[in-house]
């Protein structure tokens, strides 16, 4: 059962944003924009979005790992300036210290504390005991597997009883069976009513698992990131997956995260006629399977029931499916995927045909591809450095995106047969053979 | 359900009452030689002009060699400290960072033998009218071999940190303090300990030289190895040359196993990956030293006796600073850049100065010319070990049971002073009539070939088994299989070794372009042979202007030359 937040809030981020500056040319980058969230005591919080939404930065505020360009964070009472004291945070990557045991990596917070030895020792056996590996206190993390690994970052997070507790993907990176296993016996915890934290904040990207554990859902968007919507989880615990409630929760999640997203931030803007419209990160190869999938079921197919038959995470399958929305091969509406005329023509076709079909919709659908396809047949050599592009696409995105962005462009670029790119000169130019545009 | 691997973590299998024994009798010796030895590091202040005197008894090598071995370790120690303090410097600090690494560069590919004749002035004056100076001197020497490799390393370690763990540590609240020693220290660790192996050997070469060297028209003795094959050389002692050559074998061997094999096999347990890859190092010592109980009784009853004391009252938690690199990042670029034009306009304005009052700018020119003679040698002699090291060093890597016995061999022949048989190959050369112009390359090449067969081994040891299948199932064989599989493969391997090669052999070039025996000396027309005339004469200007110049030689070709093959090779060659 959801506990009533009654209380004052536990933590409150009220109106904060974070750029990061770009010297080379003197603008800033936003990841986050005007954010506003009240965490209450005894609720479980995610922050769905796909990556891009800032929600691993918005964690670290909370963390006090950073500091908010504008607004302020309060824990408590207590404005974040420094690292914060009431939280403690499980890893995506566990981030155990490989060259102590066990114990040792549970006891660390609390030596830090200057807890009396004796008493940090039995505490941490306690914490060990709580996530079951007792008996595992002299191994040395590399001899358990990774689902263990994660409970030692549990243990050390739950040892020092923190307000809050802050979990960073902390199952993304187990197999998928070791991931439910451990999702569930943290949800019981929970429900036993001795958790070892008032409040919890789960960033994820798995819808599934955001609605098993979460008492509400913070929906973010990205481009700069900022908080979409929220949703309130009321089933009771513990969440059958395969109920009714709970699947007609997670499809109404997948529509709100398939929807098109209303921009509020600052537009794209064209540098010097050249569209930066972003191109979702989708490799054609898995276009072109989704949309064979889709196919072979006939009728229309929900998006949910789409990850749940691929075991594809929704951070991985969105952008995909954006893509074949972008090229107009397929549509989403309230979350159910239809091909177009041209999507089937695509998902039939030989090798060679597909391909002269996606270049004809990358050139009219995707403006980037026609902006770069341009710029390279309007110079005299076909040939424009990459550092041209990125300098351009950095205006617009962080400057990992910008290199994501131009990757993307390329491996578009080369199944179209557009142009190609020379990594050892870091050169973009055209295709050998390159075809004149369908239009 | 679960397996546990360390349940079969490998027993002594001797009872460990054994290992007890072991382990005392040998602290016991241990401090007894350090004892004995040390003293006669103290007593022998003594005023210039009665240098200690060798002895040429071959029963006296065993007390040379430890005495030799003690500097070295001093060597290593100062190289530790300086490794920690400047590496954890320019991590930490943005500004700091943009003048020291650059500085560490440019250190790192200087000549140290040619600052040699610099240093023991220096020293001397610091300590005058007794020999400690020279001491130190020739530890600053060993030092000068050690610590900028180690210091890389760590300021390496700490600035590719993984993200997730510093954030732990700030979650975790750890001091400063704690996060040095839990987190920081541990994860540079096998980093530090292998780059402070193969400086250590390398570390040999310096202390034989600095030793025995003249300098300003005076010649300085150290008791010590080096010390006893300079004598040996001016006497013509071939007996002794030998009894010298086989102490030396003997002291690598001892230290690798009982120091460096246990310091080893006892850092792999701070490994990050969490797979543990490839052959796992092990060493006898450390077994022993495991088995023995006396370490954890020592340790348990000093945790004991720690808890009793009263409680150090610990430094309180300073939350960490978060870096904020960028808000600093343009006034620290323009303070660094200012502060290294600085120095570089004032030395180059000085050192032009001093040089012009006394050299003519035609020497300058033929200065820069003899530097092309050795710079020919150089590249001659990397290219000639390449050819026959690199298919010999293929063929070991390829053949793992093969490999597994020469590797140490090989580790062995690389720390080994290549110096200490110059005066044998000077012997041929003279029987035989050879050029030294030529022999010097074979003198250069005895040190910095292993560099590069050790490396080939390590490359083609690293290579797939995948890739060497496929190869076989495509029946490549001969120059295809070469041109396209092995090199390539081995490629990234091979250009560290040919850079390591390549600073050994400058340095080398000092001390190989000109050979003596007895009174007959042999000089090779090039930059080594000037600075060393020079150094010997303490002809100041000239050794400032023969110096000078091969930094910039070398510097000049670590950027242009090996800096872009290491690109290459990082981008382009790398497997995995």
Not at chain 1, 118 to 123: F, L
């Amino acid at each position: 059962m959801a506990r009533a937040p009654v209380q004052a809030p536990i933590l409150r981020i009220d109106r904060v944003s974070k750029t990061y500056p770009r010297p080379e040319s003197g603008g800033s980058f936003t990841v986050l924009d005007d954010v506003n969230l009240t965490i209450y005591p005894g609720e479980i919080v995610a922050l769905l979005g796909r990556s891009g939404s800032g929600k691993s930065t918005l964690l670290r505020l909370i963390a006090g790992l950073i500091q908010p360009t504008k607004g302020v964070v309060y824990s408590g009472e207590r404005a974040v300036d420094s690292p914060n004291p009431d939280i403690s945070m499980v890893f995506q990557s566990f981030a155990l210290l490989p060259w102590l045991t066990v114990v040792e990596n549970v006891e660390i917070g609390l030596e830090a504390a200057h807890l009396e030895p004796k008493e940090a020792r039995r505490r941490s056996l306690e914490a060990l005991r709580l996530v079951g590996l007792e008996g595992f206190e002299r191994a040395y993390p590399r001899e358990l597997s990774g689902g263990m690994q994660q409970r030692v970052g549990f243990a050390r997070a739950f040892v020092i009883r923190p307000r809050i507790l802050l979990l960073d993907e902390p199952f993304s990176a187990l197999d998928v069976l070791t991931a439910e296993n451990l999702r569930g016996e943290i949800a019981d915890l929970w429900e036993d009513r001795n958790f070892p934290a008032e409040s919890v904040i789960l960033v994820t990207h798995n819808i599934e698992e955001a609605i098993m554990l979460a008492d509400r859902l913070i929906i973010l968007g990205t481009n700069p990131g900022r908080v979409r919507g929220e949703m309130r989880v009321g089933m009771p615990r513990p969440r059958e997956r395969n109920s009714k409630d709970f699947r007609s929760l997670a499809d109404h999640v997948y529509t709100v995260m398939t929807n098109p997203e209303t921009k509020v931030g600052p537009a794209i803007t064209p540098v010097g006629g050249f569209d930066t419209t972003p191109l979702p990160h989708a490799r054609p190869g898995a276009i072109s399977g989704l949309l064979e999938l889709v196919q072979e079921y006939g009728g229309p197919e929900d998006v949910a029931v789409i990850s749940e038959k691929l075991r594809i995470e929704a951070d991985d399958l969105l952008p995909i499916l954006d893509a074949a929305v972008l090229l107009d091969f397929a549509k989403v509406e309230q979350g159910d995927v239809t091909m177009t005329p041209i999507g089937k023509q695509f998902a039939d076709a030989e090798v060679e045909e597909a391909r002269v079909l996606f270049r004809a919709q990358a050139l009219e659908k995707a403006p980037m591809m026609r902006s770069i396809y341009e710029a390279l047949r309007s110079s005299k050599a076909g040939s424009i450095k990459k550092e041209f592009f990125i300098d351009v696409l950095d205006e617009n995105y962080s400057d990992d995106e910008a290199e994501a962005q131009f990757d993307t462009a390329v491996t578009w670029g080369r199944y179209a047969g557009l142009f190609d790119y020379d990594s050892d000169d870091e050169v973009l130019h055209l295709a050998v053979e390159h075809p004149e545009p369908a239009h | 359900m679960i397996r546990l691997p360390f349940l079969q973590r490998y027993t002594f299998k001797r009872p460990p009452a054994f290992a007890d024994v072991a382990l005392l009798l040998g602290t016991f010796a241990l401090l007894y030689v350090v004892a004995k030895v040390g003293a006669g590091f103290f007593v022998s202040f003594r005023p210039p002009g009665t240098t200690p005197n060798v002895d040429l008894d071959p029963s006296n090598l065993p007390y040379y060699a430890i005495r030799s071995s003690l500097r070295m370790f001093i060597g290593l120690f100062a190289s530790v400290i300086f490794s920690l303090g400047y590496g954890y410097l320019a991590a930490k600090n943005a500004l700091a960072e943009r003048i020291l690494v650059p500085l560490l560069d440019i250190l790192q590919s200087i000549p140290v033998l040619g600052f040699l004749s610099i240093t023991v002035t220096f020293f001397i004056s610091l300590f005058p009218g007794n020999l400690f100076g020279l001491e130190m001197a020739s530890i600053f020497a060993i030092f000068t071999g050690q610590a900028w490799n180690m210091t890389f390393s760590f300021y390496n370690s700490l600035i590719t940190m993984p993200k997730e763990l510093e954030e732990a540590a700030t979650v975790f609240r750890f001091s400063k303090w704690r996060r040095f020693v839990s987190v920081e220290l541990p994860a540079s660790m096998i980093g530090l300990v292998w780059n402070g192996m193969m400086s250590f050997g390398g570390g040999w070469f310096f202390l034989a030289v600095s030793e025995a060297i003249s300098v300003l028209n005076k010649s300085y003795t150290l008791p010590g190895v080096g010390s006893y094959v300079a004598r040996a050389v001016n006497e013509r002692n071939m007996p002794a040359l030998f009894w010298a050559v086989v102490a030396m074998v003997v002291i690598i061997v001892i230290i690798d196993q009982l120091f460096w094999r246990p310091v080893v096999a006892w850092a792999e347990k701070f490994r990050m990956d969490r797979s543990a890859s490839g052959v796992k190092a092990t060493s006898w010592a450390y077994d022993l030293m495991r088995a023995a109980k006396l370490p954890a009784l020592a340790s348990r009853f000093w945790r004991r006796l720690r808890r009793r004391l009263p409680r150090f009252p610990g430094l309180p938690a300073i939350p960490w600073k978060i870096r904020r690199r960028h808000r600093l990042k343009i006034n620290a670029d323009l303070l660094a850049a200012f502060f290294l034009g600085g120095i570089t306009v004032v030395g180059l304005y000085y050192g032009y100065g001093f040089v012009t009052k006394e050299v003519r700018l035609q020497e300058i020119a033929e200065a820069f010319g003899l530097g092309f003679l050795t710079l020919l040698r150089v590249l001659l002699l990397i290219a000639l070990a390449c050819v026959v090291w690199v298919p010999v060093g293929v063929f070991i890597g390829f053949n793992p049971r093969f490999a597994r016995i020469a590797q140490p061999i090989v580790q062995i022949c690389a720390s080994f002073p290549a110096n200490f048989l110059f005066p044998a190959a000077t012997v041929v050369f003279l029987r035989l009539g050879l050029s030294i112009d030529i022999g010097s390359i074979a003198l250069m090449a005895l040190g910095a070939q292993w560099y590069i067969l050790f490396n080939t081994i390590a490359g083609a040891m690293a290579v797939p088994n995948d890739l060497r299948e496929m190869a076989a199932s495509l029946r490549l064989s001969g120059m295809l299989m070469w041109k396209r599989v092995t090199l390539p493969a081995i490629f990234p391997f091979l250009v560290t070794g040919a850079i390591t090669a390549s600073g050994g052999a400058w340095n080398a070039s000092i001390v190989s372009e000109i050979v003596t025996w007895g009174h007959k000396t042999l000089r090779a027309h090039g930059l080594g042979a000037y600075i060393a005339d020079a150094t010997a004469k303490g002809d100041w200007p000239r050794i400032v202007l023969g110096v000078g110049v091969m930094c910039v030689f070398v510097v000049t070709f670590n950027r242009f030359g090996w800096r872009k093959l290491y690109a290459a090779a990082e981008t382009r060659y790398r497997l995995g």
